[in-house]
């Protein structure tokens, strides 16, 4: 069974960094990519970034473009969210998701609270 373990998140002054990992217990080796979707309080779920697994490949949403960054580790089959300079509009639930075809995430970690005080 696919597992996708999320860590981190919590309460981060405006202004601060704060990085989540979500660590996924199955074969990557045909996977396509994975990636971090949020949801506000009363919002729809959005994507924020995603890395392709074989390339590396990286793309963002505008709105954390040059603030956050995603990266990967393929031996621990790991993949990161470091995010800087956050402010209120940051704070959500985090997500990450796995995809074994562009743009079908069909694994979900359980979620992760970040909460942004000013």
């Known amino acids: 069974q696919v597992q996708l373990v999320q860590s981190g998140g919590g309460l981060v002054q405006a202004g601060g960094s704060l990085r989540l990992s979500c660590a996924a217990s199955?074969?990557?080796?045909?996977?396509?990519?994975m990636a971090w979707f949020r949801q506000a309080p009363g919002k729809e779920r959005e994507f924020v970034a995603t890395?392709?697994?074989?390339?590396?490949?990286?793309d963002y949403v505008d709105s954390v473009k040059g603030r956050f960054t995603i990266s990967k580790d393929n031996v621990k089959k790991t993949v990161y969210l470091q995010m800087n300079s956050v402010n209120a509009e940051d704070t959500a639930v985090y997500y990450c998701?796995?995809?074994?075809?562009?743009?079908?995430?069909?694994?979900w970690g359980q979620g992760t609270q970040v909460t942004v005080s000013s």
């Open positions: 890395i392709t697994w074989s390339s590396g490949r990286t």
């Open positions: 199955v074969r990557t080796w045909n996977m396509y990519a």
């Open positions: 998701a796995a995809a074994w075809r562009p743009n079908e995430y069909i694994y």
